[in-house]
């Protein structure tokens, strides 16, 4: 079996912690068995690892979310990238592609989709292994599994059988009648009277059905071909395209925790303390969150039933009940990512602006972790002048060494060939000013590489 886990998503129902790169799977909100924050990928990494199947599985991501999915997994991770955000059915396309042309995996072998931010036990991703003896017991083309809920939800999407499993609960699986995307409270309680399950987005196939799939599409058979046709694949999603066209569907129960932390309002119901970075919640507020990134205090008097969460990118205050709103709220808002999570560290946005004459000017604090660097790079259209705040360090300059300690500061022109390395975790504010504040060529990656091009 060969499992692929789904990673992409907008960042819009997690604002402002979430944004188009770091998107709600990366947010770093829940407690390990240790103690230690974790993101959602981080959790389900860990969990798919407690099972034994991560050495038979991939991330698929999109080329944004590369670094910082490598910073939190790890580099090891074996990522297949999307060029660009196209939904699941163009992503599911391109694994399939990459496990049939890169991989050279058999047309017989078993794969499992999974997406990246499911909070369940442990004992969901056992319970998956069993899909490839639905597959074959069956001789479906797919097989789904799904939750069996705990009361009727408006918010989920129901699988229904095509017959009443009544009397037959043990049993592995039944065939799919039917399903209905999210509905009324009172036709989801009759779905469950009718077995129905909620479907949490799990897909087993053979990888000979879709590849026969694409070929019937004329999709390219071949990854770096689907990688430059991309851009021309439809945006739609798996279940739309594939799952409610495919006749001969099998289902699976799980009966088990299965939470969506799609919303303020599930996350914070899973989150260990009330209150994440500088915070005060006065006695009188009950099941009340504070979620601040942001390096001033927030304090929250007498209200109950709310989130506040801040960040870089904006400062939210709303009831808990009301924040499924937001994803369609913040389309007017019209900026870049004012937090980004690198590879080799981080950068918060402190300020930017654009004068009359189209001279942009963007400050930034920067953070490189201990012996981590950056690329050696140049800038063509914009200036730069850094200040270290904290730790040491080294820069190249034009294959110059220099070292680098708190309070220094460097000015590096257009043109003007640089590198930092963090011998300890160093910190500095750095002030870009010109036309073009994107235009960063890089030169190598290699700090070796660097330092043997490079003079005392």
């Known amino acids: 079996m060969k499992f692929i886990l789904l990673s992409g998503g907008s960042g819009k129902r997690l604002w402002p912690l979430s944004n188009d790169i770091r998107s709600k799977q990366f ?19 860990r969990q798919m690892g407690n099972s034994g199947i991560t050495n038979s599985a991939y991330i698929a991501t999109g080329q944004s979310q590369k670094e910082i999915m490598q910073s939190q997994v790890g580099e090891l991770v074996p990522l297949i990238i999307e060029p660009e955000r196209r939904d699941t059915f163009p992503a599911i396309a391109l694994a399939a592609v990459y496990l049939y042309s890169v991989e050279s995996i058999g047309l017989d ?32 083309d797919l097989a789904l599994m799904g939750v069996k809920p705990t009361f009727p939800s408006e918010k989920y999407g129901y ?17 799919v009648g039917s399903f209905h995307e999210k509905p009324s409270q009172a036709a989801a309680a009759e779905l469950i009277k009718r077995s129905a399950l909620w479907n949490c987005g799990i897909f087993a196939f053979k990888l000979d ?19 430059k046709q991309y851009g021309k694949l439809e945006k739609i999603s798996f279940d739309y395209e594939v799952v409610e066209k495919t006749k001969h569907i ?21 989150m260990s303390t009330s209150i994440l970075g500088q915070g005060i919640l006065t006695d009188d507020c009950q099941d009340t969150h504070i979620i601040n990134e942001l390096n001033i205090p927030v304090t929250v008097l007498d209200l109950s039933d709310v989130i506040v969460a801040a960040s870089p990118d904006g400062i939210l205050v709303a009831s808990k009940s009301s924040t499924p709103k937001i994803k369609n709220i913040i389309e007017s808002i019209n900026q870049p990512p004012m937090y980004e999570e690198k590879l080799w560290g981080n950068f918060k946005v402190l300020d930017y602006a654009t004068d009359a004459d189209g001279q942009r000017t963007l400050i930034r604090k920067v953070s490189i972790s201990e012996n981590r660097f950056l690329s050696y790079q140049l800038h063509r259209n914009h200036d730069e002048v850094m200040t270290v705040i904290s730790g040491t360090g080294e820069m190249i300059i034009d294959e110059k060494i220099m070292k680098l300690q708190p309070g220094d500061t460097i000015r590096i022109p257009r043109g003007t060939r640089h590198s930092v390395h963090a011998i300890t975790k160093i910190e500095y504010v750095e002030v870009q000013q010109g036309t073009d504040l994107e ?4 030169l190598s990656k290699d700090w070796h590489e660097m330092i043997k091009l490079s003079t005392q």
């Open 159 to 175: 699988i229904v059988p095509d017959v009443c499993r009544t009397g037959n609960e043990d049993a592995l699986y039944t065939k």
């Open 250 to 270: 099998s289902m699976m129960p799980y009966d088990g925790v299965w939470k969506d932390l799609g919303t303020w309002n599930t996350l914070t119901e899973e």
């Open 439 to 442: 235009d960063t060529f890089e």
């Open 27 to 45: 947010l770093k909100v829940l407690r390990d068995d240790q103690g230690n924050l974790e993101s959602m990928v981080d959790r389900v990494w």
């Open 109 to 140: 072998e078993t794969v499992v989709i999974l997406p990246v931010d499911p909070y369940v036990e442990d004992a969901f991703f056992e319970k998956i292994k069993d899909l490839e003896t639905v597959l074959e017991q069956s001789g479906s």
């Open 209 to 227: 059905f879709i590849i026969n799939l694409l070929i019937q599409k004329g999709v390219p058979l071949q990854y770096e071909e689907l990688k």
